[in-house]
């Protein structure tokens, strides 16, 4: 059963799809972009000056044999492996650059 508020957000992304993909594509102006605009406001965080994040992916047990990180720090890898994937050449210690 659609309730009022489904039924009013399912027409206002119609509405928007539409404008995008057959009317203006670029610099348009639409409820859609001021809410998420509103949601984005909310969601800002400020970073400190040499304040470090870290980045991560989740891969399955599958693809890891293929990649990168499998390849060099797997049960089968070795230490030159991962001297090769993490080195003064390439200090990016995780997916290549």
Same mark, same amino acid.
């Not at 928007?16 to 969601?43: C, S, W, Y």
């Given at each position: ?7 009013? =957000?399912?027409?206002?992304? $119609? $509405? ?6 057959? *009317?203006? *594509? ?8 001021? *809410?998420? %605009?509103? @949601? ?9 000056? %040499?304040? @470090?994040?870290?980045?991560? *992916? @989740? @891969? ?13 720090? %797997?049960?089968? =890898?070795?230490?030159?492996? %991962? ?12 997916? $290549?650059?």
């Amino acid at each position: 059963m659609e309730t009022p508020n489904y039924k009013e =957000a399912s027409e206002l992304w $119609s $509405s928007f799809r539409d404008e995008v993909m057959f *009317r203006q *594509r670029f610099f348009l102006n639409h409820p859609v972009l001021d *809410r998420l %605009g509103a @949601i984005a406001k909310t969601l800002e965080e400020l970073i400190a000056p %040499g304040r @470090i994040y870290y980045r991560a *992916r @989740i @891969i399955d047990d599958n693809a890891l044999k293929e990649h990168m990180v499998g390849k060099c720090y %797997g049960p089968d =890898a070795t230490k030159e492996d %991962g001297k090769w994937y993490h080195s003064k050449a390439n200090k990016f210690k995780g997916l $290549s650059k």
